[in-house]
């Protein structure tokens, strides 16, 4: 029943701007903790964000603390991802992914529903 849909991303300036949407069209958002993942040409997927079921709780990876801020709107089933200050080390293709209930949101292997993904090309 989960359905992952991402948007918002583009070619941007270094130093520039984006928000990530994504959103669960199947209607089950709230039962699950979300992630943003990027992945580059050559290079591993990695978990970016992550925040847990309830909001409350976020995570970041080093490189984008400070920088990115992830959110989620239970109401409209969404959940964003918010950046700023971005850097050419940022283009990526970002998926959203959603965690199975009860696991860690901070675990990449927690993650078990996939949007297709949306490039985000930053130049320098």
């Known amino acids: 029943q989960v359905q992952l849909v991402e948007s918002g991303g583009e070619l941007v300036q270094a130093g520039g701007s984006l928000r990530l949407s994504c959103v669960d069209s199947?209607?089950?958002?709230?039962?699950?903790?979300m992630g943003w993942f990027r992945q580059a040409p050559g290079k591993e997927r990695e978990l970016v964000s992550a925040?847990?079921?309830?909001?409350?709780?976020?995570y970041y990876t080093d490189s984008v603390k400070g920088r990115f801020a992830i959110s989620r709107n239970s109401a409209k089933s969404t959940v964003y991802l918010q950046m700023n200050s971005l850097k050419p080390e940022d283009t990526a293709v970002y998926y959203c992914?959603?965690?199975?209930?009860?696991?860690?949101?901070?675990?990449?292997?927690?993650?078990?529903?996939w949007g297709q993904g949306t490039q985000v090309t930053v130049s320098s």
């Open positions: 199947g209607r089950t958002f709230g039962s699950y903790a």
């Open positions: 925040i847990s079921r309830s909001g409350t709780s976020t």
């Open positions: 992914a959603a965690a199975r209930f009860g696991y860690s949101y901070s675990d990449p292997n927690s993650y078990a529903y």
